[in-house]
């Protein structure tokens, strides 16, 4: 999994342990080089829109996604300071980083994500919960936490042909 590569070999660079599993990086750059690359990392919107539009339309046309799958929110580790869709979510084990929604299979295949955005228009869970899903077939079971559980999701999903699981809250 990419997100879990780049923190790893992030932290590796940056402090400089002996015994890699990334020799090859090492070789190519030094770890000042990296830890400056690495901070300054800043996408304008358009173009984080743009990837993520594209990264999607690859996930689509590689994968076959089951009938089963579970939409929930991912925080990456990120500490750069530059850039303006950081934040900060103190429930999480690293509180630190960029935001998004992501649609995974049962099979823990990426079906689709989503970016959080500054300054992109609320919407309701229910309408994230349903725009993710759309990645899915109609007919899907739609597994999520107790962040979508509401009337107004589960009415959303089966009125789209969609089936939903998840903890409602009061």
């Keep these: 999994k990419i997100s879990e590569t780049i923190p790893q070999m992030s932290g590796f660079v940056v402090q400089g342990k002996a015994g890699s599993v990334y020799p090859f990086v090492t070789s190519l750059i030094s770890r000042d080089r990296f830890q400056?690359?690495?901070?300054s990392l800043v996408f304008d919107q358009d173009e984080l829109i743009k990837l993520e539009g594209m990264i999607n339309q690859q996930i689509k046309s590689l994968w076959?996604?089951?009938?089963?799958?579970?939409?929930?929110?991912s925080l990456n580790p990120y500490k750069g300071r530059r850039n303006p869709n950081h934040v900060y979510v103190p429930r999480k084990p690293h509180p630190h980083g960029l935001k998004n929604w992501l649609v995974v299979d049962f099979t823990g295949m990426?079906?689709?994500f989503h970016l959080?955005?500054?300054?992109e228009k609320k919407e309701r869970s229910s309408e994230t919960l349903f725009r993710m899903a759309k990645y899915c077939d109609p007919g899907t079971?739609?597994?999520a936490d107790s962040y979508f559980g509401s009337l107004q999701s589960m009415e959303?999903?089966?009125?789209n042909n969609y089936h939903c699981l998840f903890s409602c809250r009061k």
């Design 64 to 73: 076959i996604p089951s009938n089963i799958a579970v939409v929930d929110e």
């Design 110 to 112: 990426v079906l689709g």
């Design 141 to 143: 079971l739609v597994i």
């Design 116 to 119: 959080f955005c500054r300054g």
């Design 36 to 39: 400056e690359i690495y901070r």
């Design 156 to 159: 959303l999903l089966l009125k």
